[in-house]
C-alpha cells in the first residue's frame, strides 16, 4: 500500500510539475509572437479534446482533457502539413514554420509566422526557454524571501561540533567542543549571529573568544572570501562545523548494497560517535569523511538500547564526495526569511550555478566523463518530484521545481533540430546564407532528428526503470 501511494504521489508531482514548465515555456513563446504581430490561433492547457474556454479577439484560450503540458498555435506555423501537435515539437514547428511562403494560403498573410523577418522568429523561439529560467528565479526568490528553512538551533550556544584540519579554523588554534563566547564584539552569540558577523568581514580577521574546558581563550579567525558564485559564507567554509542539535545522529533509512548496509546500518540506529568524534549532524560527518577520503570508519551505535561497532568505508560518488550510504532524520527547521535583495541575489546565484551545472554535464557527456546512464529521464523526474512532494519542507519543492525548470530551458537551446535551439540555429544559418534552406532538405532532417530522438528517449526511460527500488529485485 505505501508503494502504491508513493506511485500515486509521484505521478500526480509529474502531472503538476510538468504541467507547469511546459505551460510557462509555451507562454514565453505566446508573448512574444503577440508582441511581434503573430496571429496566435490557440493558447492550450492541455491537449486533446477541448474541455472548455474562452475566444478572446483572434486567440482561443483552453483548456483540453490530457493536463501534460500545453501548447500554442500560430498562422502559418504549420503550413507544411496542417499539423497541430500535441506537445509542440520545437523541431516541427521550425520544418512547418520556414515553409516557402509562396506554396500556402498565409504567404500573403502578415500575421502568419511565416512572414514575419527571421530575428523575430528567433526571439519567439528563444523566449520559451527564457520563460523557464525567469520561472526558476522567481520560485526560488519566492522561498528565500518568504520562507528560507534553517535549522532550529536547539542549542542557544555556539558550540564547535569538530574543526576541519588546516582549515582557517584550525590555524586559528580553534578546538573541537570550543564554545564562542565572543565574536567580532558580539557577545554570548548563537551561530546565526556568528554568521551574520562573519559576512561583514569577508577576508577578514576577526577576534573571538572561545571558553576551552573553562577557560577563556583569545584568538584570531581569518574569515574566508566568499565562494566563486556566492554571496556570502557560512562557518563551515571557515573549517567549522557548528553544533546545532544535542544527541546521536538519528538514521532514517538505509540504501540497499551501500557501504552502511553491508556495515549493519539499520534504520532506527543512532549513530553516537564516529572515529571517537561525538558528531550530532550529518553535515560534519559529511565533512569529516571529506577530510579524510576513503578512510574506514568505526561507528558506534545505539540499537535498541544496546551499544554496538560498526566498521564502514565510505564509496567515492562521481563528484568526488564521499557518502556511506544512509538517510538521517532532519533537524527540526524553522523560518528565517531573507530580505528582498538579498533574496534576489541568492536566487540568481541558484539560477548560474545550476544552469552551468546543466552545461557542464552535458559537455561532460560528448567527452565520455559522465555516463549517459546516470541521466534521468520522465520516470526519474517523476521519483523527484513525488520524493520532494513528500517532505516535510518546502526546499525540495521549490528546489526541485526551479532546477527541472532550468533543465528544461537549457535543454531546448541546445542547437539539435526539433528543439527551440535547432530551430535558431536553421534561422541563423538562414540569414548567414540570405535565402531559405530547400524544405526537402528539413524534411531529412528533422526526421533524422526524430529517430534519434525517440531511440535516446527510449533507451533513457529504460535506464530510469532499471533504477526502481522493484526492479532491482528481479534482476538477476
Not at 584568538?219 to 544535542?246: C, F, N, R, S, W
Request: charged share 15%; with cysteine.
Amino acid at each position: 500500500m505505501h508503494d502504491l501511494h508513493t506511485v500515486v504521489v509521484a505521478i500526480i508531482a509529474f502531472i503538476i510539475l510538468i504541467g507547469v514548465m511546459v505551460v510557462v515555456h509555451e507562454f514565453g513563446h505566446f508573448a512574444v509572437a503577440k508582441l511581434c504581430g503573430v496571429r496566435v490561433e490557440a493558447f492550450s492547457v492541455g491537449f486533446g479534446p477541448r474541455l472548455f474556454g474562452v475566444k478572446y479577439g483572434e486567440t482561443d484560450y483552453k483548456v483540453c482533457l490530457l493536463p501534460l503540458g500545453g501548447y500554442v498555435k500560430m498562422t502559418g506555423e504549420m503550413a507544411e502539413q496542417n499539423l497541430q501537435s500535441s506537445d509542440k515539437s520545437r523541431g516541427q514547428q521550425a520544418f512547418e514554420a520556414d515553409s516557402d511562403p509562396a506554396a500556402f494560403p498565409e504567404a500573403d498573410d502578415p500575421g502568419s509566422f511565416t512572414n514575419h523577418p527571421r530575428w523575430q522568429r528567433m526571439l519567439i523561439g528563444v523566449a520559451g526557454p527564457i520563460a523557464n529560467f525567469i520561472l526558476a528565479f522567481v520560485l526560488m526568490w519566492v522561498y528565500y524571501a518568504f520562507i528560507n528553512e534553517v535549522p532550529q538551533h536547539q542549542i542557544n550556544t555556539a558550540n564547535i561540533e569538530w574543526v576541519v584540519p588546516g582549515s582557517d579554523a584550525a590555524n586559528a588554534g580553534l578546538q573541537t567542543g570550543d564554545i564562542v563566547t565572543s565574536f567580532d564584539g558580539v557577545k554570548n552569540p548563537d551561530w546565526m549571529q556568528v554568521g551574520n558577523q562573519a559576512q561583514l568581514n569577508l577576508n577578514q580577521n576577526v577576534h573571538i573568544t572561545v571558553d576551552r574546558d573553562g577557560r577563556s581563550i583569545e584568538l584570531t579567525l581569518h574569515v574566508p572570501p566568499a565562494p566563486k558564485g556566492e554571496d556570502g559564507v557560512d562557518m563551515t567554509d571557515a573549517g567549522i562545523e557548528p553544533q546545532y542539535m544535542p544527541g546521536p545522529i538519528p538514521v532514517h533509512e538505509v540504501s540497499p548494497g551501500t557501504p552502511s548496509e553491508k556495515a549493519g546500518l539499520h534504520a532506527g540506529d543512532q549513530i553516537v560517535s564516529v572515529d571517537g568524534h561525538q558528531f550530532h549532524y550529518v553535515g560534519t560527518l559529511q565533512a569529516y569523511m571529506k577530510a579524510y577520503p576513503g578512510k574506514t570508519l568505526t561507528l558506534d551505535v545505539l540499537r535498541n538500547g544496546k551499544d554496538i561497532t560498526l566498521q564502514a568505508t565510505p564509496e567515492k560518488q562521481p563528484d568526488s564526495s564521499w557518502r556511506l550510504g544512509f538517510e538521517a532524520i532532519n533537524p527540526p527547521m524553522k523560518r528565517a526569511p531573507m530580505p528582498l535583495r538579498a533574496a534576489a541575489i541568492k536566487s540568481k546565484n541558484f539560477s548560474v550555478n545550476n544552469s552551468t551545472l546543466i552545461v557542464e554535464v552535458v559537455g561532460r557527456l560528448f567527452t565520455r566523463r559522465v555516463a549517459v546512464s546516470q541521466l534521468s529521464g520522465p520516470v526519474g523526474i517523476a521519483r523527484m518530484a513525488g520524493e520532494a512532494a513528500q517532505t516535510d519542507t518546502w526546499l525540495p519543492k521549490f528546489y526541485t521545481a526551479a532546477a527541472i525548470s532550468l533543465n528544461l530551458g537549457i535543454l531546448n537551446l541546445m542547437p539539435f533540430p526539433i528543439l527551440d535551439g535547432g530551430l535558431i540555429l536553421l534561422l541563423l544559418i538562414e540569414s548567414v546564407l540570405r535565402h531559405d534552406i530547400s524544405i526537402t532538405v528539413k524534411e531529412r532532417i528533422y526526421q533524422a532528428a526524430f529517430v534519434v530522438l525517440v531511440v535516446f528517449f527510449a533507451f533513457v526511460i529504460f535506464n530510469d526503470v532499471t533504477k526502481l527500488p522493484w526492479f532491482n529485485h528481479v534482476k538477476p
